[in-house]
């Protein structure tokens, strides 16, 4: 009944500000519209997306991570371990540990610290919730390559059971960015290695991985991995042969690259890729993304810049990512705000009088994140991770955790089949 009302709610916004817009003529009641009703409007259906009865997270799983660079370290952090809503996840991801040399592992470039691993380890056991420390991030695999070779990794190995245990996490996550086929090996004896140095230890910590690359590879440690789950945001870029695309998309929508025909990412793409290649459905899990892309300009579209998903350029326009409340703090006006049907995804479009100053914004809102998680209960898999808890906080709005509660009451309205 909450899924139904909540499609209902969503398409007779849209519709109805549609509608309103262009049946009125009078410049000055387009105005009111614009500026003061369709904000009012759509406020009110947020507040009832995200306030059904109170319900236990069913059983899937919502591993969110936390940066420690939100957290701050000598500066106020923009969300601190109090402000979270633990009920709202299973798990959190500290973000994260940096693979150093020879097997050491860097705790500073992420502000991982002992002050915040225990301001944020103590607040989560509390409320019940199990901590996990993250390895890695984008651009890390030439550290892992040193840190894993044959030579360091038992050094790297101890050093992140050491860690773990010293400072109180629950287990260790594995992000790996990016995974090349050369690295298959390496990776698979790391993964090995570490699960049995794990199991060594009461109670046995958890072992994930975030993955979007080389889904084999997975395949062949899934045994060792707790949660497998894939990074299914910053999919889209202004690369050559490109197309303006969501950035995390449920669906592809039916768009294709000309040059290869194959279909643009999605979030249901790399999904079927990963069964493909033997991955059990319940221990893989989809990405929600708290921040967003914004695309800026260009030239040669059909609106000159880019405005929109799909569009071709001839002059590719720059691409910005910014947290979930820059993005509604700077840019949002209902009037501006697309939902693509097909690929189940909303954006920002803003066609503005001069090419250069169009924008096209690409996130998750309160709807796309109800929308992957029913994806996540209908089509079997285990659950859902976030990237990261502070772009998706407002401290100065009504509900200042909006995406959060909107996942935890999907979440809660879609018991485990």
Known sequence: MYEQNF?????YYIEFSLMMTLKTKNIRQQHFLRKFLFPAIFILLIQLMIAPPALALSDIWVSAYYAGWMQGWGYKGHLSPEQIDYSAVTHILHFSL???PEGSVDEGMNCIYPENSSALVHTAHAANKKVLISVGGWDTEAGFLEATNDGNRQRFITNLVNFLTERG?????IDWEPLSSSSAAQYAAFITELRAALDSITPRPLLTAAVLWEPMIIASVQ???DQ???MTYELSGPWPKWTSWHNAPLYDAGYWFESTGKSLPSADNLVQGFFSA????KKLGIGIEFYGAVWRGGKGTPTGGVTAPGQKWKKAPPVEIIPYYEIMDMYFQPCYY???????SPYLSIDNPRSS???FISFDDEFSCSEKISYITKKGIGGAIIFELGGGWRPAALIPDTLLQAVKNAASAHPDD
């Open 7 to 11: 499609s209902a709610f969503r398409v």
């Open 278 to 281: 033997g991955i059990q459905q």
């Open 338 to 344: 697309r939902w693509d049907f097909f690929a189940r």
């Open 357 to 359: 100053n169009d924008i």
């Open 98 to 100: 940096f693979p150093g």
């Open 223 to 225: 045994d060792k991995l």
């Open 228 to 230: 497998i789950n894939i």
């Open 169 to 173: 996490y629950d287990g260790i996550d």
